[in-house]
């Protein structure tokens, strides 16, 4: 390749790595081989409860959007509920025949050492999954479940060590076919993409790097195609918030165009600031793409930009995770065109330091 198709920041390995400094983009590069790390954390754990009434996963922030995920993958399979708490307070519901993942990456999430407490109050089935922390000892001190994941990262980076763990006891619990081949077939497809849109290819044959570039200065609207892809818009906004340190907006169809799509009558004359991303899938039917097509035309063509992402992979983990991997990397490169580092979250820490007893 020519060298004058090398773009100047994210096809120069010196800038990326001046800007990404505690090395995101590294983490993001290991999502296949710890979604293995953590299918393996579980693998000690007897089978948690053979026929539970519910599934509740109660976490915050990059801990919480395993809950999500979980949800969606579980939902074609699970004849129970499968629900994401991000609060201290558990649902009414929850008793001794509902199975409760306390997911905390740090082990030490305030709202999730109560959720903790609580479902220990109601004698729920309590799986902790972390890398330490009061919470480990909590769970090694009663005797429950515990899914130790490796420490030493962002919590949100950590997601495929969290998912993971959580998928394999549903199986145990026969509430989802995915099993290790699968979970294996999975992680493959991710170090693929992983080595296809990352740092080493240039931005001219990189679909993420060129993205990045186009949302630059731009506030991102996220849109999943489909209910089942809304954990990955979700994902994507909050990577944009926490990695490019911007604002950012997610919403699904075919929810949005029955409130959000009348909001774009605020911007009259076009907004160059606004950029749509849409998550897709292929086999989402025909109906999801009318929809979308409906919303060009009605409201979306005031954006600056629209761009559509589609997922790749045969099964639906290995889609909905392609979403979120192509995210992730987009995040990352946004802030590293900016001369920010991803991985610091100042914020986030002078919010946690305010709140403290």
Not at 140 to 150: K, N, Q
Request: with cysteine.
């Amino acid at each position: 390749m020519a060298h004058d198709h090398l773009h100047p920041v994210l096809d120069n390995p010196a800038a990326v790595a001046g800007a990404d400094a505690q090395h995101m983009l590294g983490a993001i590069g290991r999502f296949g081989d710890m979604l293995m790390d953590g299918w393996q954390a579980a693998g000690g754990i007897a089978g948690p409860l053979a026929a539970p009434a519910a599934v509740v996963v109660c976490g915050l922030g990059g801990s919480a959007i395993g809950g999500d995920l979980l949800a969606a993958l579980l939902a074609p399979s699970s004849p129970v509920p499968v629900i994401c708490v991000r609060d201290e307070a558990l649902p009414a519901f929850v008793g001794p025949r509902t199975l409760v993942f306390a997911c905390s990456y740090s082990g030490n999430t305030v709202e999730t050492l109560a959720a903790y407490e609580a479902a220990r109050q109601v004698s729920a089935r309590i799986v902790v999954v972390t890398s330490g922390g009061r919470l480990a000892s909590l769970a090694r001190d009663s005797g429950e479940g515990l899914a130790l994941v490796p420490s030493g990262m962002q919590p949100r980076a950590a997601l495929p060590l969290l998912i993971a763990p959580m998928l394999r006891l549903a199986g145990d619990c026969g509430l989802t076919a995915i099993d290790e081949q699968q979970m294996r077939a999975a992680a493959g497809h991710l170090m693929d993409l992983a080595a296809r849109w990352g740092p080493r290819t240039p931005a001219v044959d990189n679909p993420a790097k060129a993205l990045a570039i186009g949302l630059q200065g731009a506030i991102p609207v996220v849109y999943a195609s489909t209910p089942r892809l809304a954990p990955a818009a979700r994902r994507w906004k909050t990577q944009l918030n926490e990695n490019s340190k911007v604002l950012a907006a997610a919403d699904v169809f075919p929810e949005l165009l029955h409130n959000e799509i009348v909001g774009w009558e605020s911007v009259r004359g076009g907004s160059p600031r606004l950029h749509v991303v849409v998550l897709r899938e292929p086999g989402e039917g025909l109906q999801a793409g009318r929809r979308i097509e409906a919303a060009r035309a009605h409201g979306l063509e005031r954006a600056g930009g629209i761009t559509e992402i589609w997922a790749r992979g045969e099964a639906f983990l290995e889609r909905i995770l392609s979403l979120v991997i192509f995210g992730d990397l987009v995040s990352a490169y946004l802030a590293i065109l900016a001369g920010i580092d991803p991985t610091p979250v100042e914020p986030i820490a002078r919010i946690k330091a305010a709140l403290r007893p």
